[in-house]
């Protein structure tokens, strides 16, 4: 399923206010992780799969990549995207992940930051992106937590005084589509344990370097208030390969 949730105006309404929307890969929780686990961008052709609004191409160029492609499905997040880029080596092009296709060998480094739970068959991605990728080269992605995403209803368990009990954990081995809520519309994610993620990489080729479940640390608690309830339950899973 090719979702594009985005190019209904209400709904990309209500993303736009989002503080990272706002704000950029600083008001990103998960940022200064992922930032750690990119390899050195530097002369590097890097594609970014479900780019938005250009936030992570942008970044790629200021680590003077050689040149960043962003690939998003959604015209009104290309639109942003280009109204906020100035630079001739950033390339937007509107493109399903589902359908990416591009020679052998093309890119250096294949990034992606909350996109890839969007996608059905994340087996076929990982072996598409292998052989996109030069040898060595590195393939890193966020996604939401399986924990997050096992139970379509994405919220806590709550006592008689609206108390957040406990975070539910229920038919986590029951892979598949799970019709969820955000920003008060429904959109379909799609659930898998991280034994798939990882196998799914492991059998496209890649060699596993990093693995994150983004604890909080204390500065993020002592920031915002809100990275409490990260310590409770893992919201981000974060995993950084690279081709043998």
């Given at each position: 399923?090719?979702?594009?949730?985005?190019?209904?105006?209400?709904?990309?309404?209500?993303?736009?206010?989002?503080?990272?929307?706002?704000?950029?890969?600083?008001?990103?929780?998960?940022?200064?992780?992922?930032?750690?686990?990119?390899?050195?961008?530097?002369?590097?052709?890097?594609?970014?799969?479900?780019?938005?609004?250009?936030?992570?191409?942008?970044?790629?160029?200021?680590?003077?990549?050689?040149?960043?492609?962003?690939?998003?499905?959604?015209?009104?997040?290309?639109?942003?995207?280009?109204?906020?880029?100035?630079?001739?080596?950033?390339?937007?092009?509107?493109?399903?992940?589902?359908?990416?296709?591009?020679?052998?060998?093309?890119?250096d480094v294949v990034?992606?930051?909350?996109?890839?739970?969007?996608?059905?068959?994340?087996?076929?991605?990982?072996?598409?992106?292998?052989?996109?990728?030069?040898?060595?080269?590195?393939?890193?992605?966020?996604?939401?937590?399986?924990?997050?995403?096992?139970?379509?209803?994405?919220?806590?368990?709550?006592?008689?005084?609206?108390?957040?009990?406990?975070?539910?954990?229920?038919?986590?081995?029951?892979?598949?589509?799970?019709?969820?809520?955000?920003?008060?519309?429904?959109?379909i994610k799609y659930?898998?344990?991280?034994?798939?993620?990882?196998?799914?990489?492991?059998?496209?080729?890649?060699?596993?370097?990093?693995?994150?479940?983004?604890?909080?640390?204390?500065?993020?608690?002592?920031?915002?208030?809100a990275w409490k309830?990260?310590?409770?339950?893992?919201?981000?899973?974060?995993?950084?390969?690279?081709?043998?």
């Amino acid at each position: 399923m090719k979702q594009n949730k985005y190019d209904d105006n209400s709904f990309f309404a209500k993303y736009s206010q989002m503080p990272r929307s706002v704000g950029g890969l600083e008001a990103a929780g998960e940022w200064s992780t992922f930032r750690g686990m990119l390899p050195d961008l530097q002369g590097k052709k890097v594609l970014d799969l479900g780019c938005g609004f250009g936030w992570h191409c942008r970044y790629a160029r200021e680590m003077q990549a050689s040149s960043v492609l962003g690939i998003e499905l959604s015209a009104n997040m290309l639109e942003r995207a280009k109204e906020m880029t100035d630079d001739q080596q950033i390339e937007y092009r509107q493109m399903a992940i589902e359908d990416i296709d591009f020679p052998a060998g093309a890119f250096d480094v294949v990034l992606s930051s909350l996109a890839l739970h969007y996608v059905e068959d994340f087996g076929a991605i990982c072996r598409s992106v292998h052989d996109m990728l030069t040898p060595g080269g590195s393939f890193v992605f966020s996604v939401e937590h399986p924990i997050f995403t096992a139970l379509a209803a994405q919220d806590w368990q709550y006592g008689p005084q609206g108390e957040k009990l406990h975070w539910p954990v229920d038919n986590y081995h029951a892979e598949g589509a799970r019709e969820a809520r955000f920003l008060n519309d429904d959109v379909i994610k799609y659930h898998r344990t991280i034994a798939t993620y990882i196998n799914g990489l492991l059998a496209a080729g890649f060699s596993l370097t990093r693995l994150s479940e983004l604890q909080p640390t204390s500065e993020m608690l002592e920031s915002n208030a809100a990275w409490k309830e990260e310590v409770r339950r893992p919201m981000f899973l974060l995993i950084a390969a690279v081709k043998a």
